[in-house]
């Protein structure tokens, strides 16, 4: 069959059943991407004659003697396309998975399609962004900046790899061709609870092109957790890479590595598994009451699966109580939720031509994943290499290792490289979820609104194992209440082992679900007190100055680096009364609501976590910066050359920047928790500051001039009056054997806090139960900009997260624990039509901790969302909805339920 891709054309043979996907993936054209092989996410998209097609529906041999057009054809004689150079320009992009199908979708609308976008792009889905700067760039609305040397800090500056992304030469974890690779599929459990009591290999083994299989019996059985954590010790050993014991469906049983994926899934299917099958709990009230099946031998505390409870109390709660004038109880609980990032988990491994191990991968942390490997199988650490290159998209859910253990195995045993990709199915039923918990909460209050006392007790469901539970926990018991200025608090919270999938690390950490209960409770109470949601707020919330404290006594290394709460507060009522915003639908049946929610994060966990940077002058007279830190889409490879570039008085195109590889950059123990900008960001300060000393130190013996006479200025070292070139320089060091290199690291203590407040304008439909957004507002306190363009984006994309979670995102499981919505079309993410504009405000703030007086803010963003959007519901409808998701039927069932 004859073939034309862009200007290529060839003859080839795809394989029966070949998608045209596949088909060009294998032929060098990366960038035509995989995130759901079912049409639903637009990722693969590519022309077909010009038209756009999802590639991953159309069968190859279907696109024979027809042109087809990748991303990487549209840019031509050294030029970008129009929308191309219209993306790069309103920097529409944060991890860019999706960029490359966004793209060819954009390219290919006429005026009468861009005039209806929400119909137009209802194929292409963006985790990331929250869609606004990709209808900027379509709107060929320019939101970047000229880069100018000494000007980088607070500028709106491109992505260093920017160019790469929009022409699909950027490369994610799977980009790349490898000759003789293997193909690893797993085998899952279909029970919630069972021992396996043997595993018949002998029909999967004769399918042609399988080359070996796994299972318990073929791994030492060392127990370790998937969570990766500077401390290991704050999660709980209780994972095998293959166990004989399976404790949720989707649990992998056996390994099959194979010369194709579908030789690898065919022998999945044929192995036979006899199972011992055992009582399964799934809620963790009934799985925390004596009697109930115990899932792990270590949480057995006198009969129950507590994994771990946390206990606290300020002051005294029930004295608290006794000087109330109101009292507000309810319980309020949300729902498990996918992360969904595009790029699914994936993994390479092979043995190089030095001797080592390697391991390129997609993960948040990829110091931490070596040195659990190296426990695992008992390898040397010089002998192990593991890296990220680029991470499309994680949100904490590539804070596990979850790929690299097996891939590991099958090349330590087949001496092969080998490669996994999972599945969009698999994402959702073998990877981890935002925990799901219920939250209990008692507030009382004098009648002015003074809170007298608060109280919460929460139950985690952590699923079948431990990652992250006491952390997500400890998160859940502390910000939330910490933002309220209040003598009485008490919080108890539990932690439990279910036969469900287990949970782990999620934008928010913990601190989005107990803030939605708590905000929620907050406005129930200031209605029933009679005072205005912004006034009970105010009168309560925490101020500079007042001792940080949630329910523990003990001492800790938090503090006000900045202090900005009042401004966001302020301008979210200013802009929730300025009339902007879309009008109530006409119709009686339309009510109307307002309601808001603060929340506060500290800038980093209270565990242990540090970071570090290398930077060096190049012979041309620019620099290189390594950083153990990883790229996501959280923007941190762009805040970091401009904090580079500021302190340098350089351009940021001046600066090549490495992340994430433990060959080639310092450790980092991993991009989660707010940490990219605060901890690797003051690495990358400490060691531009060295280097920029380490400059004019020899600049000045050079010019024979003191130190304090010299200056960095654009590539130039100014000595007096006389000027002398970086390049020049660098050959005079060179010289005299002078090394203008540096090296620094960050640890993460004193810690600062980040504000956010979000207002919302909903329509109620009282007959349909449908929720329309009007107006979204959110004021963030992140200190002083890096990159003003991508702290908004980040903001935008963490609202519209929390826009899913509140109103439909909802993983629904049957009575065997088996999820019955595993695919994009079913669980459904926002679209570009789900997503009003938001209004972004930022507090007038420096920190006196943060690098360059920035603090954190891509995270805390989202925890706000939710509840504001369920208060104003309530404030629309009279009635308080407490349970996530805030679905149609779930509205309309309380409303017809109404006189």
């Not at 979708?105 to 119909?119: F, G, H, Q, V």
């Not at 040397?380 to 596990?400: C, D, M, P, T």
Request: charged share 20%; aromatic share 8%.
């Amino acid at each position: 069959m004859n073939y034309t891709v862009n200007t290529r054309r060839f003859s080839a043979e795809p394989r029966p059943g070949q998608c045209l996907r596949t088909f060009l993936r294998e032929r060098g054209f990366f960038g035509v991407k995989k995130g759901c092989d079912a049409g639903d996410c637009g990722a693969c998209t590519v022309w077909l004659d010009g038209v756009p097609v999802h590639s991953c529906l159309i069968p190859a041999f279907r696109a024979a003697n027809h042109q087809i057009t990748t991303i990487e054809g549209l840019k031509q004689d050294g030029m970008l396309h129009p929308i191309q150079q219209a993306f790069l320009d309103a920097q529409a992009f944060q991890c860019g998975f999706c960029t490359a199908g966004m793209i060819m979708t954009a390219a290919s609308l006429n005026d009468e399609k861009r005039a209806n976008l929400p119909s137009a792009l209802k194929g292409n889905l963006c985790r990331c962004t929250g869609y606004r700067s990709i209808d900027d760039a379509i709107g060929n609305i320019v939101s970047t900046d000229e880069d100018v040397a000494g000007t980088a800090c607070g500028r709106n500056l491109r992505n260093p790899f920017g160019e790469a992304i929009v022409t699909g030469s950027a490369r994610y974890t799977l980009d790349i061709a490898m000759d003789g690779i293997l193909h690893l599929k797993v085998l899952r459990s279909p029970h919630p609870y069972a021992r396996i009591r043997s595993i018949d290999r002998s029909k999967a083994m004769a399918v042609p092109g399988v080359v070996d299989i796994f299972t318990w019996e073929d791994v030492a059985p060392r127990l370790y957790s998937t969570a990766t954590h500077e401390d290991h010790l704050v999660d709980p050993d209780d994972t095998y890479v293959l166990d004989n014991v399976v404790r949720f469906v989707g649990q992998r049983i056996a390994a099959v590595v194979a010369r194709s994926v579908s030789a690898a899934e065919e022998a999945c299917r044929l192995l036979d598994v006899e199972y011992e099958l055992l009582p399964a709990v799934f809620e963790p009230e009934e799985a925390m009451n004596l009697g109930a099946p115990i899932l792990h031998d270590t949480s057995n505390k006198s009969g129950r699966n507590i994994y771990v409870d946390i206990h606290g109390e300020v002051g005294c709660v029930e004295a608290g109580f006794k000087e109330a004038d109101a009292i507000h109880e309810m319980t309020y609980s949300t729902s498990r939720v996918q992360h969904v990032h595009l790029e699914t988990h994936g993994c390479i491994t092979w043995k190089g031509d030095d001797g080592r191990l390697h391991v390129r991968t997609s993960t948040q942390a990829p110091f931490i994943v070596k040195g659990k490997l190296c426990h695992i199988f008992r390898l040397s650490s010089r002998n192990l290499h593991v890296f990220a290159e680029r991470v499309g998209g994680g949100f904490g859910g590539k804070q596990e290792m979850l790929t690299e253990d097996l891939c590991v195995l099958a090349t330590l045993k087949t001496g092969q490289p080998v490669m996994w990709e999972f599945t969009r199915e698999e994402q959702f039923i073998g990877a981890t979820t935002r925990h799901p918990m219920t939250t209990h909460v008692k507030l009382g209050a004098r009648r002015d609104g003074t809170l007298t006392a608060i109280q919460v007790h929460v139950v985690s469901n952590t699923g079948a194992y431990g990652g992250h539970a006491s952390e997500t926990l400890a998160a859940a018991l502390n910000n939330p209440l910490t933002v309220y200025r209040c003598p009485n608090k008490k919080a108890d919270g539990y932690a439990v082992y279910t036969n469900m999938v287990p949970a782990g690390g999620f934008r928010g950490y913990g601190s989005s679900q107990t803030t939605f209960a708590i905000e929620c409770a907050i406005d129930d109470l200031a209605r029933l007190l009679g005072i205005s949601p912004f006034e009970i707020r105010r009168k309560n919330m925490i101020q500079p100055g007042d001792w940080i404290e949630s329910v523990w006594k003990d001492p800790q290394d938090v503090t006000f680096g900045s202090y900005g709460l009042d401004q966001c507060l302020d301008r979210v009522e200013t802009a929730l009364t300025s009339g902007q915003g879309s009008t109530r639908p006409e119709g009686k049946e339309w009510v109307e609501g307002t309601g808001i929610a603060l929340a506060m994060l500290e800038s980093g966990p209270p565990t242990e976590h540090r970071s570090g940077a290398e930077m060096k002058l190049l012979p041309d007279g620019s620099y290189h910066l390594a950083v153990g830190s990883i790229e996501m889409g959280n923007g941190s490879t762009t805040s970091h050359c401009q904090i580079a570039a500021a302190i340098l008085g350089t351009r940021v195109e001046r600066i090549t920047i490495i992340n994430g590889d433990t060959d080639q950059t310092p450790y980092d123990t991993g991009t989660f928790a707010s940490t990219g900008t605060v901890i690797a960001g003051k690495a990358v300060a400490l060691a531009a500051e060295a280097l920029r000393d380490n400059i004019i130190e020899f600049a000045a013996h050079f010019t024979q001039m003191a130190s304090s006479a010299c200056r960095l200025e654009n590539d130039f070292v100014i000595c007096g009056e006389r000027q002398i070139p970086l390049k020049e320089l660098y050959t005079a060091g060179i010289g005299v054997d002078h090394r203008f290199e540096s090296k620094r690291k960050a640890y993460l203590s004193p810690r600062s806090v980040a504000f956010n407040v979000h207002g919302v304008r909903v329509a109620v439909n009282r007959i349909t139960g449908q929720i329309e957004v009007l107006q979204s507002v959110q004021a963030a306190d992140v200190g002083r900009l890096i990159n003003p363009m991508q702290c908004r984006g980040q903001i935008e994309g963490a609202i519209a997260m929390g826009f899913g979670w509140a109103l439909y995102e909802k993983m629904v499981y049957d009575g065997n624990g088996t999820m019955v919505n595993p695919t994009l079309r079913n669980y459904r993410i926002p679209t570009f039509a789900d997503i009003p504009h938001s209004e972004v405000y930022f507090a007038d703030t420096y920190d006196t901790i943060g690098p360059l007086g920035a603090k954190s803010q891509g995270e805390c963003s989202i925890n706000p969302v939710a509840p504001a959007i369920a208060n104003a519901v309530a404030n629309a409808t009279g009635i308080r909805f407490p349970d996530l998701p805030l679905t149609p039927e779930r509205i309309f069932e309380r409303l017809c339920s109404q006189p």
